[in-house]
């Protein structure tokens, strides 16, 4: 099991350059530093950027995405109260929706301090060998750096009667926001879809931002808003720029007397079951909470009593289960151990599973698009080339070993690619398929939406 980092970064919670932190409380403490320089490396003066716009499928997922997965925080709790973790909560995720989470992270060139030395009473319980002492009043780590530049976060929600329409309508806003398809092209279809009964559909949206003043930190709801705020973050992030993460060093990293802080493997493990345990808790309490609130969607439920029971237990189960995670990291529960719902005052029982079957979708119409991420590139390619010129059984046979590694639907596939080819639809290869490992990294439509004729389906490759 990891133990705890040398160096690592969290959430910028007000901490300043010197400050002593404590590794279970997640808090700065008293300073035993001082005498220290701080400032940029003057050789790395640019910015780094990390974008991307995902479709996200579990609550685990989304927090990966928003940078507070259990591996990126080390921690439970660090960050419990932060305006970042209210957002998270806010976003309501459920499997019956399609979540979208647009990211841009920009970092300018890191704070450091420099040149560190210890204060006289620091220095004091140090010569005296008093270290439980000196990690009271000072911590085990300290802060070392600060990272500014900004954090932009857009969570979009699309729900759709029509499971396939959901499906396009959330693959259009991905390309739109990538620039595969024109600008725009997610409102035509969002307004085409919610003018029939049958595809009924709506999205909300809903940001984070860290960096900016005045207009650029103007609230982003609107599609259109969220792509340029998006598109604009890296120049805010220069302009107007926020700390948003603390790099902090164990002070084994300075030539101080003091013992390397190591976590017992029970008391990371008990910290992360409980984390697991909480996120499985508020999404099935999320997705009984959504049926309960939105009952056209699906086939058949329980009863309102049921359901209205079972989300009260989940409720009381993530209180409890945070609770018990908040005992762990401040060093109350000892020795660790694993979270029991039987064990807390008075004892819980979790509901026992609840089907929530969704409304069947009509099976996939011949000119479906199949699902081509992963599939390598090289073959696809000549199986396509070789489809819009020729028959299929021709080309299966022509093109022989050098297509099997398309895997059992290889039939399927090349069935599919000559009825929307005669159809008139115009296939769009990006990228280049021929470098060793070269694979299908993107498409669009989607699986399973209609390449209608006359229609461009665009295939992304690469490495």
Wanted: glycine fraction near 8%; proline fraction near 7%; include cysteine.
């Amino acid at each position: 099991m990891p133990r705890v980092q040398q160096v690592r970064r969290i959430i910028f919670n007000d901490e300043e350059i010197g400050m002593g932190f404590n590794s279970e409380s997640g808090l700065a403490v008293g300073a035993a530093l001082e005498g220290f320089t701080v400032g940029p490396d003057p050789a790395a003066s640019g910015q780094e950027v990390l974008a991307s716009i995902t479709i996200v499928n579990s609550q685990e997922e989304l927090m990966d995405r928003l940078g507070m997965s259990f591996e990126a925080q080390g921690r439970y709790g660090f960050y419990s109260a932060s305006a970042k973790a209210e957002f998270a909560e806010s976003s309501k995720f459920n499997s019956m929706s399609t979540f979208l989470v647009a990211r841009c992270i920009v970092q300018n060139p890191m704070k450091r301090g420099r040149n560190f030395s210890v204060r006289a009473a620091a220095q004091d319980l140090l010569d005296a060998i008093q270290f439980q002492q000196f990690q009271t009043a000072f911590g085990d780590s300290f802060v070392r750096g600060l990272q500014t530049g900004g954090e932009f976060y857009s969570i979009v929600r699309i729900t759709s009667v029509s499971t396939s329409t959901q499906s396009e309508l959330a693959a259009t806003l991905q390309a739109e926001a990538n620039g595969l398809i024109a600008s725009g092209s997610f409102k035509g279809k969002f307004e085409t879809a919610s003018a029939s009964a049958s595809t009924r559909s709506e999205y909300t949206a809903t940001m984070f931002q860290k960096a900016g003043s005045g207009s650029q930190i103007a609230p982003a709801v609107e599609i259109t808003e969220v792509i340029a705020r998006f598109k604009n973050f890296p120049e805010i992030a220069q302009t107007s720029a926020a700390a948003y993460e603390t790099e902090v060093a164990t002070y084994d990293t300075l030539p101080l007397p003091v013992p390397t802080p190591e976590e017992q493997d029970a008391f990371i493990f008990a910290l992360l079951d409980a984390r697991e345990k909480k996120l499985r808790y508020i999404q099935t309490r999320n997705d009984l909470e959504f049926a309960l609130r939105n009952p056209s969607f699906f086939e058949t439920l329980p009863s309102i009593d049921v359901l209205s029971n079972a989300i009260n237990v989940y409720t009381k189960l993530i209180n409890a289960v945070t609770t018990h995670a908040i005992g762990l990291s401040r060093g109350q529960i000892t020795p660790p151990t694993l979270f029991d719902p039987g064990a807390v005052s008075p004892p819980l029982v979790e509901p026992a599973p609840i089907p929530l079957p969704r409304i069947a979708s009509a099976p996939p119409a011949p000119n479906a698009m199949p699902n081509l991420v992963g599939l390598p590139a090289d073959p696809l390619v000549s199986l396509l080339s070789c489809v819009s010129l020729e028959g299929v059984d021709h080309c299966l046979g022509f093109l022989g070993d050098q297509v099997q590694a398309l895997g059992a639907d290889l039939r399927r596939l090349a069935d599919f690619f000559f009825l929307v080819t005669r159809s008139g639809a115009i296939p769009e290869v990006l990228g280049d398929p021929n470098p060793p490992g070269a694979v299908v990294r993107a498409q669009f439509p989607p699986a399973g939406i209609a390449v209608t004729p006359g229609a461009t389906f665009l295939i992304d490759v690469g490495v």
